[in-house]
């Protein structure tokens, strides 16, 4: 009898694909389905029975082809994705039990030292004090790893917590080659989306259907949040040290889901899930949308980091590398944290010496050695060899060969057009920005001696080759260079820029850490610039720049803490990272911006600069829960069905009994004040507990004082402006309250920053202030 009517099925498919044109030619993708799980009838035994029979209920011209289930959720949302036409999607909507039905869409990553440069010390500090993460696991969504990896390889470490259970699903079978290990403790890959979106499988031959890391960037966003000690690392002998990740014990669980062509919603989202179901306590997301952040309850990342949030687990992610532009920053919602990218006290000098003698300051990463110099070469422009921007097929061989080529900019791969003059027949290369990119520079792997200058160098070396009889070029490489000249850290110019562009009342990015210049393991199934077509080098560290590269930083300070204080809530160990930031360079001036050389700002900064070890002793932390996240919903008008999406039994939220006036109003450890007109004034509350070691004892009680430093143009009054804790754990209120008092004159300024700090004589806990007048207002005053 069932075979009889399993044939009969088939048959029946194969008859309604032939009648039906439609039905085989109608688009089919990706969407995910919120459900409601409070509607599951007591009949279905599992949810995957539930929503197999929800698409089976659909009308019946509406049932062929069958939605596919490719993936269902439990922990960070509830519901499933299924691969859909679009009517079936419309007609899912439609349904009772479901509360959204999202297309996918995707997002892609933004694409040592730096312990030193943030004072960890495994002497005293946060390092020994957490054991260095050695009970914590970090989840790192990404490209996968390269599980071979020195830095992946922890001999000293015991068995990972109990709490965590998951797969290890590499396809090499050899018993020498099974990669996983009380370091890398899983790794698991989601490509279902990903294949929906291709419409046929992953080509293997272009990627690894399976964990392993052909790309880089997941294994150097691993190696830097958790990599174990290795020594002697390097790339091609520059920045030449101990490689070490900022978690040095903690264990890393690898997920899979970004792919050549980007990173799903729908895996990112299995991703997530699977993170959390797992047992894991951070979650690393080095990648987000590009282009304006979408609607937090349509943002995969911002739905999923909800989710994780309720489980405890910190997620902490990329701010984005669309600098230095305003409303750039993603991942803006305030559950997650929010990294923008600094620069590091380490440089990679590579000097332009012209024909006229005149020098010109540029970075590099070409493979020679220490201190070599080119020989003095003809120096040509790209624009007077067929293509200023040295465009692969258009530079003209017997104009370059021999010769040093200025390149300019563009948006395309940098790297690849060293590879362009090379094939060209030319010698050397001077990749220049022009104006529209200003004076910041990346130190790039090139493949001829080649290095980057900003627009202004350009604009001097462009001019020299056009009145020069013969002009003539060296290249100085002078290796790696650490100290506090130029200053650090700067911003990066690429690290993405506030305000918020969903909620301008919740400053962001959250924090800047280092991401330019990162030294970090590598794949060695990729070459180090990913044109593996004229790029045949294999290296086991690469150093590559990015907000990408400063996420991990500040994932892998989560989780020194939260080994430190596993009852914390996220928000707190979040709050601890941001009061505790600093806000001067190493030479004791404010911290610039690399895009403009002037001071940053917080839209630029959010808090600072993190500083761990600081962190480990906040004194007052801003604390909020789910309830507190909900009601920021409430204020921002999201609809009960939208709200329901965040709500994990899909119940709808009685905003009425939320108290948040204004979003402004969460208990958030930075201030955003949005001013509608030349005299308007805003009011904020917040809540600080004392977590600090001494409650009232023999030394008396702790006593906060306020510190205000108030943007130009606002009055900042606080009350009250002292804070007098009994106990370890109590919280206090306090009112901030922000009053334009701007005239008429001054309002050409539509910006003003400024900030306020508690201190108790021990701890500074510190929020940045910053201030917009709505620019429609101000303009038409
Ligand atoms: C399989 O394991 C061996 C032994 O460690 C390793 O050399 C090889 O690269 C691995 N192959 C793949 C495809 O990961
Ligand atoms: C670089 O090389 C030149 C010539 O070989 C030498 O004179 C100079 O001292 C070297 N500089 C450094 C910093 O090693
Ligand atoms: C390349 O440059 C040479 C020398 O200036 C010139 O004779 C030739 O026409 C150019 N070729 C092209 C394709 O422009
Ligand atoms: C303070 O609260 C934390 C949980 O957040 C708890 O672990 C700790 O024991 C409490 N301390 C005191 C002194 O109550
Ligand atoms: C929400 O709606 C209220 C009432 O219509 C309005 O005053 C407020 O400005 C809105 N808030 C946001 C963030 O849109």
């Keep these: 009898m069932d075979k009889h009517s399993s044939y009969l099925l088939l048959f029946f498919l194969i008859l309604s694909q032939a009648a039906s044109p439609t039905a085989v030619t109608d688009h089919r993708s990706a969407y995910i389905i919120h459900v409601s799980p409070s509607l599951q009838p007591s009949t279905s035994p599992t949810p995957f029975h539930w929503y197999s029979s929800t698409l089976r209920s659909l009308p019946r011209h509406l049932r062929h082809p069958i939605g596919r289930i490719i993936y269902t959720y439990d922990r960070v949302i509830v519901g499933f994705a299924a691969i859909l036409t679009g009517p079936q999607a419309a007609a899912l909507r439609l349904i009772p039990h479901i509360l959204a039905v999202v297309p996918d869409s995707p997002s892609f990553p933004h694409i040592t030292h730096t312990p030193s440069f943030l004072h960890l010390s495994p002497s005293s500090g946060l390092w020994p004090q957490s054991s260095f993460a050695s009970s914590i696991v970090i989840a790192v969504l990404d490209t996968g790893i390269y599980p071979y990896s020195r830095s992946f390889i922890d001999p000293d470490l015991s068995a990972p917590p109990t709490t965590f259970h998951t797969s290890c699903e590499f396809q090499n079978s050899s018993a020498s080659g099974r990669p996983c290990s009380n370091k890398l403790v899983g790794a698991k890959f989601y490509y279902k989306g990903y294949e929906a979106y291709l419409g046929h499988p992953i080509d293997e031959t272009r990627e690894s259907k399976s964990p392993l890391d052909t790309e880089g960037h997941g294994t150097h966003t691993a190696s830097t949040v958790a990599g174990a000690v290795v020594s002697g690392a390097s790339f091609l002998g520059y920045a030449e040290g101990e490689a070490r990740g900022i978690a040095t014990k903690a264990r890393i669980a690898a997920y899979k889901i970004c792919w050549a062509e980007g990173c799903f919603a729908t895996d990112v989202l299995a991703g997530m899930d699977a993170a959390v179901s797992d047992g894991a306590n951070v979650i690393s997301l080095s990648a987000g949308s590009n282009g304006k952040p979408p609607d937090y309850f349509s943002d995969p990342f911002s739905i999923g980091a909800f989710g994780a949030t309720r489980h405890g687990v910190i997620v902490s992610c990329s701010a984005g590398n669309s600098g230095p532009g305003d409303y750039t920053v993603v991942n803006t919602s305030p559950w997650i944290m929010t990294v923008g990218a600094s620069t590091v006290d380490r440089d990679f000098p590579a000097d332009v010496v012209l024909g006229d003698g005149s020098l010109y300051k540029g970075v590099s990463l070409y493979a020679g050695a220490d201190n070599i110099t080119t020989a003095d070469l003809p120096l040509v422009y790209g624009g007077d060899a067929g293509s200023a921007q040295c465009v692969s097929g258009l530079l003209n061989s017997s104009v370059v060969a021999d010769k040093i080529v200025l390149c300019d900019r563009d948006d395309n791969v940098l790297v690849e057009k060293g590879g362009v003059v090379k094939l060209a027949g030319g010698a050397g290369m001077i990749l220049a920005n022009t104006k529209e990119y200003g004076e910041g520079v990346i130190a790039l792997p090139h493949l001829i001696p080649a290095t980057m200058v900003g627009a202004s160098a350009g604009n001097k070396i462009r001019a020299y080759i056009s009145s020069a009889s013969s002009p003539t070029a060296t290249i100085v490489f002078r290796g790696t260079f650490i100290g506090d000249d130029p200053p650090a850290p700067k911003v990066a110019f690429f690290s993405s820029r506030g305000p918020n562009y969903r909620t301008p009342e919740i400053l962001k990015p959250d924090v800047i850490a280092p991401g330019v210049n990162i030294l970090a393991a590598w794949t060695r199934a990729a070459s180090p610039t990913n ?78 600069h993190v500083d761990p070890n600081k962190a480990l002793d906040p004194g007052l932390v801003y604390d909020a829960g789910i309830d507190d996240y909900l009601a920021f919903l409430c204020s921002i008008n999201y609809s009960k069905a939208q709200i329901s999406l965040f709500t994990r039994d899909g119940s709808s939220v009685d905003c009425s009994s939320k108290t948040l006036a204004n979003p402004g109003d969460l208990n958030y450890p930075s201030f955003s004040v949005v001013f509608s007109n030349l005299r308007d004034v805003v009011t904020y509350k917040r809540t600080v507990k004392n977590v600090g070691d001494l409650g009232c004892g023999d030394l008396g009680c702790r006593v906060y004082n306020v510190q205000i430093s108030s943007p130009p143009g606002v009055d900042v009054k606080v009350t009250p402006s002292k804070l007098v804790f009994d106990s370890v754990n109590q919280s206090l209120s306090y009112e901030i309250t922000f009053a334009s008092i701007k005239s008429t004159e001054a309002a050409t300024t539509s910006r003003q920053f400024g900030w306020i700090s508690w201190s108790d004589g021990v701890h500074k806990v510190r929020s940045p202030i910053a201030v917009i007048w709505q620019h429609s207002q101000v303009s038409s005053m």
């Design 531 to 608: 044109l593996d077509d004229i790029d045949s080098r294999r290296v086991d560290f690469n150093i590559i720049s990015g907000t990408s590269m400063a996420c991990p930083h500040v994932s892998g300070i989560a989780a020194l803490l939260r080994e430190v204080y596993p009852d914390w809530s996220t928000a707190a160990i979040k709050s601890a990272i941001m009061t505790t930031a600093y806000n001067l360079d190493n030479s004791g001036e404010d911290i610039k911006d690399q895009a403009t050389g002037k001071k940053s700002t917080p839209f630029i900064h959010g808090a600072g």
